[in-house]
């Protein structure tokens, strides 16, 4: 339905992407009094590549849209179980700032029910719309050409949100530049029947092999769903300099075999692959009026893929930012860093470390094995899950953010979301 009053072509937010991040804008942006045109390419229910794994994190953003409990409900999880080299270790959710409660959702639900509930509270939406084209006048975007219903449109927004994906194609078109020398990831995934699917917690495998028997810079995992099938799915690694020389679809196969008589796993079915840029190395995501969001801005923890966390949150961050006359050129990307600077780069850092083959198969046998195990995989693991707010005050919490601001001084030519203005 479009709800847009008086000029169709004139809008207070305009949202392209329709995923976690553009969704969530949309509420926000609709709850706080702006007038929303959330697009997206693709007709809803629809399906992206994914983990599934919705971390407390994500859950404690949903509960600000007042979605937690519908996600949650059904199925949720209490933490992970890390194994590889020899050993294995149970890492709860820890107790803090965002609760001890996980869940898992597929995309094509989860997506579905965020974009619903966006226009539930105000915004219209327009499926199978495609942002084609952008005017700008002086630093400004003006106008945005739209292909919907097989008609161009132009919208003229006073704000723009791009939250297309990782590939962010609209994105490239105001300027956005994605930084290949920086650590990336390259990732495949299933789903698969198993009637392990209630088991109540996320399993990953970080000594991840492939068919000849090295070792691969990243992870298997298995994300239970609680309808009867688990996410499982395979990632690796990269950097231009140190390219993770796999296929991860293959890689994919043979983690499921590997897997198939603990879990019962039926048959890989829907298996998808994606690339993503991720922990900030990308540059230009904001101009006058307009701000890059979620995967768009490369919001992806590089130590385990996840971004649906950071895609609400920078949601919300960027629609509390919409203020007549205020100039977002600087504004965005100072916020960014403000706010993940130090963590992504030490966690790009430390993924980096990932893509030497010689280091996991050192320093793994360390981690998961015995008393060392025990006492650093559970600090290792609420890392990985996006569990360090900044009210945190334990010794773990101090030693991120010594660690991040330590990485910080070091590595000061690196790219996190620069900006040519």
């Not at 719309?129 to 630093?139: D, R, S």
Request: with cysteine; aromatic share 6%.
């Amino acid at each position: 339905m479009d709800r847009m009053s008086g000029n169709p072509g004139l809008v207070d937010v305009l949202i392209v992407g329709a995923g976690p991040a553009g969704s969530a804008a949309a509420i926000h942006a609709a709850e706080a009094g702006h007038e929303v045109l959330l697009l997206d390419a693709a007709v809803f229910p629809r399906d992206k590549t994914c983990g599934d794994g919705l971390t407390p994190r994500a859950i404690h953003q949903l509960g600000r849209l007042g979605l937690a409990e519908a996600v949650t409900s059904s199925y949720h999880n209490r933490g992970l179980k890390l194994h590889g080299f020899g050993g294995s270790v149970t890492a709860p959710w820890p107790e803090g700032h965002y609760g001890t409660l996980g869940s898992a959702m597929p995309r094509t639900e989860f997506d579905h029910l965020l974009v619903r509930t966006a226009v539930e509270r105000g915004a219209t939406l327009w499926e199978g719309a495609t942002a084609t084209g952008v005017e700008f006048a002086g630093p400004r975007v003006d106008a945005v050409t739209v292909r919907h219903g097989g008609v161009e449109k132009q919208v003229r927004p006073r704000w723009l949100l791009v939250a297309d994906g990782v590939r962010s194609t609209f994105g490239k078109l105001l300027g956005r530049q994605w930084h290949r020398g920086e650590v990336y990831g390259i990732a495949a995934r299933s789903y698969c029947a198993s009637p392990m699917s209630d088991e109540p917690w996320i399993h990953s495998h970080v000594e991840l092999r492939d068919a000849e028997g090295t070792v691969q810079p990243g992870y298997g995992w298995i994300f239970p769903l609680g309808d009867g099938r688990v996410n499982l799915g395979a990632g690796a690694l990269s950097t231009d300099a140190r390219p993770a020389k796999v296929n991860t679809k293959k890689l994919l196969s043979h983690y499921a075999t590997q897997r198939r008589e603990e879990w019962q796993l039926g048959p890989e079915q829907d298996v998808a692959s994606a690339l993503l840029p991720m922990g900030g190395a990308v540059s230009d995501v904001a101009g006058a009026n307009w701000m890059l969001i979620g995967d768009s801005a490369a919001l992806v923890n590089p130590l385990n893929g996840e971004g649906i966390d950071y895609g609400m949150e920078s949601a919300e961050m960027a629609v509390e930012l919409l203020r007549p006359g205020r100039d977002l050129t600087l504004v965005w990307p100072h916020l960014l860093r403000e706010t993940y600077g130090e963590a992504f780069l030490l966690a790009r850092t430390a993924a980096r470390l990932l893509t030497y083959p010689q280091f996991l198969p050192a320093v793994g046998p360390l981690g998961l094995r015995g008393p060392v195990g025990a006492m650093v995989m559970p600090a290792a693991a609420r890392l990985m899950g996006n569990l360090v707010a900044d009210d945190d005050r334990d010794l773990i919490a101090r030693a991120w953010r010594l660690a991040g601001a330590a990485v910080s001084r070091v590595r000061r030519d690196t790219p996190l979301w620069a900006t040519t203005a």
